[in-house]
């Protein structure tokens, strides 16, 4: 009876629920946090990478939802998630258009400091979630969701140091653009990866 192994799905589902859980925290305290910096120092670059950071959240409750579910429920779930992306993605250059028309002063020191704060948050969160890249469709969804923030993070850090030196906000609105970019082409591997799993 215990040599059967019929224990091993239910430790893995409550390694995963407790990786989600803690990824979940992380990413909606930074959403908060990297949110009302953005406004605070008026980043179009953070405000991207809060709503990142919020998708991201969005993404591990559904996964969380999803875990122990049918194939099916995964693959919705795993769209879903890419759905969100793929809106907040387009949300994001809405508003460096909107801050391009309107004018805006980012403070670079508010862009690298939280930028540094986020990045080690993913980074920790990254390494969590490593063994899950190659696992269930709606799991290797919110690796890349993580991924992506890294990127994001690296790109405000060295957009908070161009805006110091340069004095101008073009840098901030450059990376805010390349975020919104770059969260619109994760959308799409998405949705993709669903579709391809539910064409199997």
């Known amino acids: 009876m215990t040599d059967c192994g019929c224990e091993a799905p239910e430790v893995k589902t409550a390694e995963e629920r407790r990786i989600l859980r803690l990824a979940l925290g992380l990413n909606a305290a930074m959403a908060v946090i990297g949110g009302l910096a953005g406004w605070i120092g008026q980043s179009t670059g953070l405000l991207a990478d809060a709503l990142d950071m919020l998708a991201d959240a969005a993404a591990y409750s559904i996964a969380l939802l999803a875990i122990g579910r049918?194939?099916?429920?995964?693959?919705?779930?795993?769209?879903?998630?890419?759905?969100?992306?793929?809106?907040?993605?387009?949300?994001?250059?809405?508003?460096?258009?909107?801050?391009?028309?309107?004018?805006?002063?980012?403070?670079s020191e508010w862009m690298i400091g939280t930028a540094m704060l986020s990045l080690i948050?993913?980074?920790?969160?990254?390494?969590?979630?490593?063994?899950?890249?190659?696992?269930?469709?709606?799991?290797?969804?919110?690796?890349?969701?993580?991924?992506?923030?890294?990127?994001?993070?690296?790109?405000?850090?060295?957009?908070?140091?161009?805006?110091?030196?340069?004095?101008?906000?073009?840098?901030?609105?450059?990376?805010?653009?390349?975020?919104?970019?770059?969260?619109?082409?994760?959308?799409?591997?998405?949705?993709?990866?669903?579709?391809?799993?539910?064409?199997?």
Do not use: C, Q
């Not at 049918?70 to 994001?92: C, D, M, W, Y």
């Open 70 to 107: 049918t194939a099916l429920f995964k693959i919705r779930a795993a769209t879903l998630s890419g759905t969100i992306l793929l809106v907040l993605g387009i949300g994001i250059l809405f508003e460096v258009g909107r801050r391009l028309i309107y004018g805006a002063e980012p403070l």
């Open 121 to 200: 948050v993913n980074l920790t969160v990254l390494r969590l979630l490593a063994p899950m890249k190659s696992g269930e469709v709606h799991l290797r969804a919110t690796w890349l969701f993580t991924r992506a923030d890294v990127v994001a993070n690296l790109g405000v850090i060295l957009a908070g140091l161009l805006v110091l030196w340069l004095r101008v906000p073009y840098p901030d609105f450059v990376i805010g653009t390349l975020i919104g970019l770059y969260v619109i082409k994760e959308a799409i591997e998405i949705l993709r990866d669903a579709r391809s799993e539910a064409d199997e």
